[in-house]
T-cell receptor, first 117, second 113 residues
Framework: GAVVSQHPSWVICKSGTSVKIECRSLDFQATTMFWYRQFPKQSLMLMATSNEGSKATYEQGVEKDKFLINHASLTLSTLTVTSAHPEDSSFYIC?????????????FGNGTRLTVT | DAKTTQPTSMDCAEGRAANLPCNHSTISGNEYVYWYRQIHSQGPQYIIHGLKNNETNEMASLIITEDRKSSTLILPHATLRDTAVYYCIVRVGGIQGAQKLVFGQGTRLTINP
């Protein structure tokens, strides 16, 4: 089945530094990937849609200059949290869809837990 | 995409069938019903999806009412590892790539020994 891999699975960084999270589709190509954020005891919130070869589309309220998204190939999207602050500490999850069939489901990575100290 | 309504929480005894309901009364004709679950500190896991017919796979069964306004996910023999938050989502199918999923609050299912 379709597998989405995220790296790293957890990261601790100091306030003011930047952190890059990778999302890879391992056995399929994905022209579109999605980035979500999840705070404790809350549901997943969509942050942005990552489009291969073009600019990402951000959801309302998500700062595009803070959360840089690059989708340089059909199997890799990266999310960079720039100048991270403690309030950016969260669980970040990516997803991608195999375009094999029209109704094929989105598959999710196992998430990256970011802690900013 | 149509909105869904799910109970906040449910309990089920281990070994019994867990039936998780979902209301999607405003679903349109080209929207599929998807079920995902999220075990603590992991990414969501796809379970099953359907359009109008009932579906079954190795994980679960999906029963969609004839008017498509509601559905039920059935885990036939629940185990402790099925404890998770279950999300019912409806979205349009099609081959477009930009079919994002919007998550509600889901149902927190607890399987009791």
């Amino acid at each position: 089945g379709a597998v989405v891999s995220q790296h790293p699975s957890w990261v601790i960084c100091k306030s003011g530094t930047s952190v890059k999270i990778e999302c890879r589709s391992l056995d399929f190509q994905a022209t579109t990937m999605f980035w979500y954020r999840q705070f404790p005891k809350q549901s997943l919130m969509l942050m942005a849609t990552s489009n291969e070869g073009s600019k990402a589309t951000y959801e309302q309220g998500v700062e595009k200059d803070k959360f840089l998204i690059n989708h340089a190939s059909l199997t890799l999207s990266t999310l960079t949290v720039t100048s991270a602050h403690p309030e950016d500490s969260s669980f970040y999850i990516c997803s991608a869809r195999d375009l094999g069939t029209g109704s094929s489901p989105l598959h999710f990575g196992n998430g990256t837990r970011l802690t900013v100290t | 995409d149509a909105k869904t309504t799910q109970p906040t929480s449910m309990d089920c005894a281990e070994g019994r069938a867990a039936n998780l309901p979902c209301n999607h009364s405003t679903i349109s004709g080209n929207e599929y019903v998807y079920w995902y679950r999220q075990i603590h500190s992991q990414g969501p896991q796809y379970i099953i999806h359907g359009l109008k017919n009932n579906e079954t796979n190795e994980m679960a069964s999906l029963i969609i009412t004839e008017d498509r306004k509601s559905s039920t996910l059935i885990l036939p023999h629940a185990t402790l590892r099925d404890t998770a938050v279950y999300y019912c989502i409806v979205r349009v199918g099609g081959i477009q790539g930009a079919q994002k999923l919007v998550f509600g609050q889901g149902t927190r299912l607890t399987i009791n020994p």
